[in-house]
């Protein structure tokens, strides 16, 4: 058998390697060189290596790879940790050293309840959440004494983005460690897949981080934000834990505003205030729009309202699952209305393409309720999100 | 004197316009050694000044990349200020303690009330960074 290269040249296969460079790829060199023998003993080299060492050699390439991805997150995640010391020393000026607590804090887990059997669950989740939220506050609280409430809660929130920053670097430690160690392809080539992602959330979090120590409005503040015009100047009650409402009149129609106390960053349960007014007012509540911030597509533009229906608010579920609990059973009409944007953009501090769609959602909500109500009737409108820098 | 990211990406830019620039000259020697005969020497060089002229274009393109995506992190925020009785408004960079609806004093224009009715993140420029990947400095407002 032959190789019929050109019109004047035949090559047996056992003659590949007697005659140096056998094919004749680069026109005019000359085969019996020094370069043509090295070409040709790195060519059919290069070819023995990769048919026997070439997933390992993939694996090296993906491992060096994630080695310094890695170690770009440490990086944040002890830039958030420092940012985190040299705020609580600033704001709060602690009488001890706060280390210690702040440690422990930043290796703070959560066991969910058992779901074998579900029903209850939500309580369960409900209280665990509150026994958690409760306990970062006090120990915050604890190395902060000259800190007020909005600051603790700024603090707070500041933990919170250094904690999941730190989780994100020992998962993708752990994962990464666990690959060499065991030279799995599969395992390494997982985590080279999502690292793009991750690293995009390991980003804005090490943003946000920054945002929550100086008290910024972030994106998912959008809620709050447009409920607060509407509170401006209106009487205002606290219910329920971290939550205020207010009462204004729109087109003759009575409407509760409500959103979690500002300006420190805070969530709140919206889910327990909008049940408080529902039951204040007997169930006589014509509708409940619930105004959030929510995760755009890519291509689409942030700041875009859009209107659907349903319990408009994110979190585990507890709080959504309360207020549907709440409109099924005195059958109100649940609208959404969102504000979209990136996952990014939602804990960066807020954008101005969202912050300008704060007019254009009040004239939305106000058509609504004129839309799907009449005069006299009562109406809730809930700002769902994180309130930081957003007073009422 | 600080060094700013502008100048690194000059600094860049001129290494990268060196090698970019060598690599021109030895393919044109390689040229030569080929238009003599010495297709060893052409290869040499060929391969040279491939390996130079990729190796400049990438370092460049990978410093702007860098460049875009530092100039996209750093996020000016501004707090707007607006009186309620005029309108008079002052968009003035954000200050730690600033949040919305906060009182901030009399106006300048009326001794209105005013009041801080926003709090955003300036966004980057759209449609390109220009060829370091820098856009021009915000102005102060």
Redesign the interface.
């Known amino acids: 058998m032959t190789f019929h290269v050109g019109a004047d040249m035949h090559i047996s296969p056992i003659a590949l390697f007697d005659n140096g460079l056998p094919l004749q790829i680069l026109p005019g060199l000359d085969q019996k060189s020094a370069l043509g023998n090295l070409m040709s003993v790195l060519m059919y080299g290069s070819f023995i290596f990769f048919i026997f060492f070439g997933q390992k050699f993939q694996v090296r390439i993906m491992l060096l790879e994630i080695d310094g991805t890695v170690k770009k997150l440490e990086f944040m995640k002890n830039d958030a940790k420092n940012l985190l010391f040299k705020t609580i020393k600033e704001v709060g000026k602690p009488t001890i050293d706060p280390t210690t607590t702040l440690n422990r804090l930043l290796e703070q887990f959560l066991i969910s309840p058992v779901d074998m059997d579900p029903a209850g669950i939500v309580y369960k989740f409900d209280h665990l959440l509150d026994v958690r939220d409760t306990k970062f506050k006090d120990e915050v609280k604890s190395i902060s004494p000259a800190a007020d409430d909005s600051q603790v809660n700024n603090l707070e929130n500041l933990v919170e983005g250094a904690l999941s920053l730190n989780t994100i670097f020992r998962i993708v430690r752990h994962f990464y460690l666990l690959g060499k160690r065991t030279s799995s392809f599969y395992i390494i080539l997982q985590l080279q897949m999502i690292l793009p992602l991750v690293m995009q959330e390991a980003d804005a979090l090490v943003g946000a981080c920054k945002a929550f120590s100086q008290g910024q409005p972030i994106g998912d503040g959008i809620g709050p934000l447009v409920v607060s015009r509407l509170m401006k100047d209106k009487e205002k009650r606290k219910v329920e834990k971290d939550m205020v409402v207010a009462e204004t009149l729109i087109e003759g129609r009575k409407v509760f505003l409500t959103k979690a106390e500002g300006p420190g960053g805070n969530v709140g349960k919206p889910g327990d205030a909008i049940r408080r007014i529902v039951e204040e007012q007997e169930g006589k509540v014509s509708m409940i729009i619930m105004l959030d911030a929510a995760l755009k597509f890519e291509g689409e533009e942030s700041g875009q309202i859009g209107e659907g229906i349903g319990a408009a608010i994110g979190g585990i579920g507890t709080e959504r699952f309360k207020i549907e609990e709440e409109a099924h059973k005195f059958k109100i009409p649940v609208y959404a209305m969102i504000v979209k944007q990136s996952i990014q953009e939602a804990i960066l501090p807020m954008k101005k393409s969202i912050s300008d769609a704060v007019d254009p959602t009040l004239a939305r909500i106000k058509s609504l309720i004129l839309e799907q109500s009449k005069e006299g009737d009562v109406v809730i409108v809930a700002g769902i999100g994180n309130t930081m820098g957003v007073a009422q | 004197m600080s060094r700013t990211p502008r100048t690194y990406a000059y600094m860049v830019v001129l290494f990268s316009a060196l090698v970019f620039a060598y690599s021109l000259y030895v393919l044109y020697s390689a040229v030569g050694y080929?238009e003599k005969g010495d297709?060893?020497n052409?290869?040499?060089g060929l391969f040279a000044a491939g390996v130079g002229m990729v190796l400049s274009i990438s370092s460049f393109l990978h410093m702007r990349k860098r460049l875009v995506a530092i100039q996209r992190?750093i996020?000016r925020?501004l707090t707007t200020v607006i009186c309620e009785k005029c309108g008079f408004k002052i968009v003035r960079n954000?200050g730690?303690?600033?949040?919305?609806?906060?009182q901030v004093g009399k106006c300048q224009q009326c001794d209105g009330m005013m009041y801080i009715t926003?709090?955003?993140?300036?966004?980057p420029p759209k449609g390109g960074h220009g060829l370091f990947g820098l856009s021009k400095s915000p102005s102060s407002t």
Do not use: C, W
């Not at chain 2, 730690?96 to 906060?102: A, E, I, L, T």
């Not at chain 2, 926003?118 to 966004?123: D, K, L, S």
């Open positions: 080929y297709t060893m052409f290869y040499y992190s996020l925020v954000f730690v303690g600033d949040y919305v609806n906060r926003t709090v955003y993140a300036e966004e």
